[in-house]
């Protein structure tokens, strides 16, 4: 549905994007990681047509680039930023947001419905989103993001700054979109939320693709052993191993094991192995 | 055109949401036309010139004297004109005022105690009652003048005395007090030959000048009140504000990200855009709307010419759009565009005649009056209130205002950036 590549992107002498590519098929979510300033939110600006790339192509599924109208028709895009109108109501925003892309008469209305039962806001539908908590302003981004029922989304930190429930209730509207045969693009901070909904992972730094595969094969090549973290006559011991039953045997048959506790890698792990330790900025 | 409508609907209901902006675009231009129209007096200057058309039908060397003096303080231009040329300098608006000097004035500065004080006429616009304070007393200063230099002059006050007694001796002397005066004009002479040369004290009270007031525009043509005055200015303020407030409004739906939304959507950019500018072009219709009917059913104001002054409004409400668009581009982020905005905007208005009257301006700043589109948009709803413009003379104000909107709006959409930078 979404095909980069080699695109490149710089400012100046600062390069943003160094030859990416990448695919998201139909009924896929792609997770795409990357530390602040590593380049993503210019891969995804390009991605929707908002910025041209220097090189490369950018495909949306066979409508051409996403600078063409009809392609553009295609996407939906929920920008971390709340891109809402804060004096008009929630059915105001998909109302006028669907007309803006194309809808008109019943269909509008029926998708206007759909979507506020989608991210249970039907019973606050009249009232103004500047009454609304944080968590129901991110679920109607969301929800305007889909009125008009795109074949690729894009959804930028869709969880920045919500409880958990409207969190939890996110999840399950994504995991519904993937179920319809959507593409998704999801970026986030959060490793949980990539793990937990994300089919592939993308990681990204200073422009680079560094890693793009499921995150079992992520783990795999690049998480290197999980840690046994074994508690023996009240000292802790720390233990990078693969074969956390052999290492622990061989532990048990020198001395008493208290308590033991094995921690697998994970996407974070690959994240800090690929993107490295230093803070960014 | 339905998507740019529902934009511009879009942008409506917003306006009429925000409490702040719907009092500020729709009663605050009512309630300072409703206040300046109550309290309208103007104020005046000290060093501004006051361009006035100078009609001298006595031709002597007295009314040319008199003319020097009044413009040697650099206050007053004398523009030598007819009698029709300065009526019609003072109906355009080029002229603050005219002075007639009827035939006899130059012989009444020297024969006022048989003539009496030497007479004018001076002729303003009724919208600039500041303006005609000052000129009559310039004026005055001006006669008081040559009243001063006349009685200090011992030849000047001979040549009074010769005069008036012959005058006296033809008249038969048979009014009341004319042994007093005789007396009075025998004595001038002898005055003459005692008082100081700076003149001194001895002569005040004498009048110097009797100015006679005259009406430049024709009764049916004049305002009928001083609303007809402030009511174009609220009208004006209140097209600034919706150009102000437009203008800022695409730079808040780029902070708000709902900008990228719309970018999003199968529209154009010039969609987006027209949109905003059918919202700001109807915002300002609608708010000059009220103006008008409310001038028209509770101040009297009624128009001269109706189609003239939708053609005036129109014009004028064109012009900002083109202007909102380019304060739009100007400012990237919202208080960028705020303050930006309304500095450009208060600045047209000064230059303009907004703010301050075009006639306390110094010289050289005039010339740059002509560049501010609010100096325009005044005369031509004046013009078509009660300055009695026809067709033809709203012509030139209106092509100004509809020809630097269409430019403006233009330069605005080519320089229209989706994302602020940076």
């Not at chain 2, 309630?31 to 006595?58: C, H, K, L, Q, Y």
């Not at chain 2, 003149?199 to 009764?219: M, Q």
């Amino acid at each position: 549905m979404l095909q980069l590549h080699d695109v490149r992107k710089s400012y100046g002498s600062k390069v943003a994007v160094d030859g990416i590519s990448l695919a998201v098929a139909p009924g896929e979510v792609l997770g795409l990681l990357g530390p602040n300033g590593a380049g993503k939110t210019t891969t995804i600006s390009m991605a929707v047509g908002l910025l041209e790339p220097d090189s490369g192509t950018i495909e949306v599924g066979n409508l051409g680039p996403p600078t063409r109208r009809s392609a553009r028709a295609q996407i939906g895009v929920a920008t971390q930023m709340l891109a809402l109108y804060d004096e008009m109501s929630a059915l105001e925003n998909l109302v006028f947001f669907g007309r803006m892309q194309g809808l008109s008469g019943q269909r509008l209305s029926d998708r206007a419905s759909a979507c506020l039962d989608l991210v249970g806001l039907s019973d606050v539908a009249r009232d103004r989103v500047s009454t609304f908590s944080g968590g129901m302003k991110r679920r109607l981004n969301l929800a305007v993001a889909v009125v008009h029922e795109p074949r690729l989304i894009l959804l930028d930190e869709p969880t920045v700054g919500v409880d958990p429930q409207s969190r939890n209730a996110i999840f399950e509207r994504v995991l519904e979109l993937r179920a319809e045969g959507r593409a998704v693009v999801y970026t986030t901070h959060y490793m949980e939320e990539a793990q937990r909904l994300c089919d592939r992972i993308a990681i990204v730094d200073h422009g680079r693709l560094l890693g793009l595969d499921t995150v079992a094969a992520l783990v795999r090549a690049h998480g290197g052993p999980g840690v046994l973290v074994v508690s023996s006559q009240g000292a802790d011991e720390r233990i990078a191993t693969n074969d956390p039953v052999a290492a622990l045997a061989a532990i048990q048959s020198e001395r008493t094991v208290d308590t033991f506790r094995y921690d697998p890698p994970s996407l974070e792990t690959v994240f800090l192995e690929l993107t490295g330790r230093q803070l960014r900025d | 055109m339905r998507q740019v409508l529902f934009l511009a609907a879009k942008d409506i209901r917003l306006l009429l949401r925000d409490r702040p902006s719907f009092f500020f675009t729709f009663f605050w231009p009512v309630m300072m036309a409703v206040f300046f129209g109550t309290i309208f007096s103007g104020g005046g200057a000290e060093d501004a010139a006051i361009r006035v058309a100078w009609v001298d039908e006595d031709a002597s060397a007295g009314s040319v004297a008199f003319a020097e003096t009044l413009a040697a303080r650099g206050q007053v231009v004398p523009v030598p004109a007819s009698r029709s040329e300065a009526e019609d300098m003072v109906r355009r608006g080029s002229a603050s005022a005219f002075v007639v000097l009827p035939a006899g004035f130059g012989d009444a500065q020297t024969q006022r105690f048989v003539t009496g004080a030497p007479k004018l006429q001076l002729g303003t616009d009724p919208s600039r009652k500041a303006d005609a304070a000052m000129l009559q007393g310039l004026l005055l200063q001006a006669g008081a003048e040559g009243m001063r230099a006349s009685f200090t002059d011992p030849q000047s006050l001979a040549e009074q005395s010769r005069a008036g007694l012959e005058a006296l001796d033809a008249g038969g002397s048979s009014f009341e007090g004319a042994d007093a005066l005789r007396t009075l004009l025998l004595t001038l002479p002898v005055l003459g030959q005692t008082l100081p040369q700076d003149g001194g004290a001895g002569v005040a009270g004498f009048e110097p000048l009797v100015i006679e007031d005259v009406p430049v525009v024709r009764a049916r043509r004049g305002p009928a009140n001083a609303f007809a005055i402030s009511f174009p200015a609220g009208m004006l303020w209140g097209i600034l504000g919706c150009s102000a407030s437009f203008g800022i409004s695409i730079a808040v739906e780029r902070s708000r990200g709902t900008l990228v939304r719309l970018r999003m959507a199968p529209l154009a950019a010039s969609q987006i855009l027209a949109g905003k500018a059918v919202a700001c072009f109807g915002t300002a219709l609608g708010m000059t709307t009220l103006l008008i009917l409310l001038g028209r059913f509770v101040f009297g104001v009624v128009p001269g010419s109706w189609g003239l002054l939708a053609l005036a409004v129109v014009s004028s409400a064109l012009c900002f759009v083109g202007i909102m668009m380019l304060l739009s581009v100007i400012g990237r982020t919202e208080r960028a565009a705020a303050g930006i905005g309304w500095a450009v905007l208060l600045v047209l208005s000064m230059i303009g005649g907004g703010m301050v009257p075009l006639f306390l301006m110094p010289s050289w700043l005039r010339p740059l009056t002509h560049l501010s589109p609010v100096k325009w948009s005044i005369l031509a709803i004046e013009g078509a209130i009660w300055r009695g413009f026809t067709l033809a003379e709203m012509a030139v104000p209106c092509l100004v205002l509809i020809g630097t909107g269409a430019v403006l709006f233009l330069i605005g959409l080519r320089a229209f950036r989706w994302q602020a930078e940076g």
